[in-house]
């Protein structure tokens, strides 16, 4: 596993209900999360993660994949959504992430 990026602490900040949210699945909160992750790893493979609406789409190198906001399936706590459609990303570009406490990390 590689060390991807550290996990933005803030962004803990921007969850419904201290921020407001009109979205019913913290876009705030998903935005202020996946910027970090928009790095280049060390040998030189770029990582984009990105949000379309519900959508969230992860590009690793040329490997492509995109996961689901489902709120009726998952939850209505953005961070299990979050974490779930962010693995749904990574399985379907064929890569594997690892959350810890404090960073994100990748197996490409």
Do not use: W
């Not at 280049?40 to 490997?63: M, Y």
């Amino acid at each position: 596993m590689i060390k991807l990026c550290d996990i933005n602490q803030a962004a803990k900040e921007k969850l419904p209900p201290e921020f407001r949210d009109k979205s019913g699945i913290g876009v705030h909160y998903i935005d202020a999360f996946i910027k970090p992750m928009n790095v280049a790893l060390p040998d030189n493979v770029r990582v984009a993660c990105k949000r379309r609406g519900l959508k969230i789409n992860l590009t690793v190198g040329l490997k492509k994949g995109f996961g689901l906001m489902r709120r009726l399936e998952v939850g209505r706590d953005p961070v299990v959504m979050l974490q779930a459609a962010l693995a749904e990303a990574a399985k379907a570009a064929g890569v594997q992430l690892q959350f810890t406490a404090t960073e994100i990390l990748i197996a490409p």
